[in-house]
């Protein structure tokens, strides 16, 4: 079974990665069916714990095929940002077919998004 990841960074420097399985056969076909569901249970999580519900830049969406592209991407999240791990991961991941997109919540951030004021994003 598939498993959908989404990772967001927060203004208050905290992240949060939701983690979900799903039946759908790529990103496009979930993100198509499940638009907004993810975030929302981010949002919602955040608001028990008291945290801010302010991201820093738009989330990121991963979708992995199997339970060994899923632990690569376990792998990844788990590295510190920058390190030659976090790069060793990184293709491990590419290597499993793990497919990754930028999740755009808010109209200000997908302004942000299109009009290409952020950079450094995975196609």
């Not at 499940?34 to 801010?52: C, E, F, P, S, Y």
């Not at 991961?89 to 755009?104: D, F, R």
Request: net charge neutral.
């Amino acid at each position: 079974m598939a498993v959908v990841i989404l990772l967001s960074d927060f203004v208050d420097g905290t992240s949060m990665a939701l983690a979900e399985d799903t039946d759908e056969p790529d990103l496009k076909a979930f993100m198509t069916a499940n638009q907004g569901r993810l975030w929302a249970h981010v949002q919602q999580r955040r608001r028990q714990k008291q945290l801010t519900g302010v991201r820093r830049g738009p989330g990121t969406v991963y979708f992995a095929r199997d339970e060994e592209a899923a632990s690569t991407v376990e792998t990844y999240l788990r590295c510190n940002t920058g390190s030659p791990e976090e790069r060793l991961a990184l293709e491990a991941m590419q290597k499993t077919g793990v497919e990754i997109a930028p999740h755009v919540g808010s109209d200000r951030e997908r302004k942000k998004l299109l009009d290409g004021q952020l950079r450094g994003l995975t196609p």
